[in-house]
């Protein structure tokens, strides 16, 4: 792993082909955003205009996702770092399969290696699932911070189960959760300044 960056990764991901998910993209969407972002926020996997763009979250969810981080946490894509469980579209936008998740862990893994955030917001079942390797859905995980990996994770709704519900209680506790993940970097960025001058 020495050595490799996100552009290097990127590019190997690009012409990936360990899942049936390869023969139907348009391109691979890899991710977005800082390599040096201490927030990352990762969801479940591309739909048409992720496919079309190459970039995560760029529909509406990614609209939705534009303005809470905008109005939350004070500032735009470009300060965290976007990615997805699976890197290709599934058909028809439906729920990625375990063998496709399995095939493309190895890329987020490579993601969060070289990344190193300290804070990681899941956004909805699959990455809340599959990051704190759980069962429960996401009503249960959302409202709480875990520690995972020596980071803290923060699962919320999937943008997309606020647009469904039309916002009101969904979109409200997603705030909470954008809120709880900004203490979660401030409070880490302090403890990390306090461990430098020890």
């Not at 082909?17 to 040096?36: D, K």
């Not at 699976?86 to 190895?106: H, S, V």
């Not at 993940?181 to 306090?194: F, G, H, T, Y």
């Amino acid at each position: 792993m020495a050595g490799r960056d996100l552009a290097s990764v990127a590019a190997e991901a690009a012409v990936c082909t360990r899942c049936e998910l390869a023969s139907g993209r348009t391109q691979v969407v890899f991710g977005v955003g800082s390599a040096r972002a201490d927030l990352m926020f990762i969801g479940e996997a591309p739909g048409r205009d992720e496919d079309l763009q190459g970039e995560p979250f760029v529909g509406r969810s990614g609209k939705l996702l534009d303005r809470l981080m905008l109005e939350e946490l004070g500032h735009d894509r470009s300060g965290v770092y976007i990615t997805n469980t699976t890197k290709c579209r599934p058909p028809g936008n439906r729920d990625p399969l375990p063998d496709e998740l399995a095939a493309c862990r190895p890329w987020l893994e490579s993601q969060l290696e070289i990344i190193d955030p300290k804070v990681i917001v899941t956004l909805g079942n699959f990455a809340t699932r599959l990051i704190l390797n759980t069962r429960e859905g996401i009503t249960k995980m959302r409202g709480r911070e875990h520690s995972w990996n020596g980071r803290v994770v923060v699962p919320t709704f999937h943008p997309s189960a606020a647009l469904r519900s039309g916002g009101g209680q969904v979109l409200a506790e997603m705030r909470a959760d954008f809120v709880r993940a900004k203490l979660a970097v401030r409070r880490a960025a302090a403890e990390s300044v306090l461990a430098t001058a020890r």
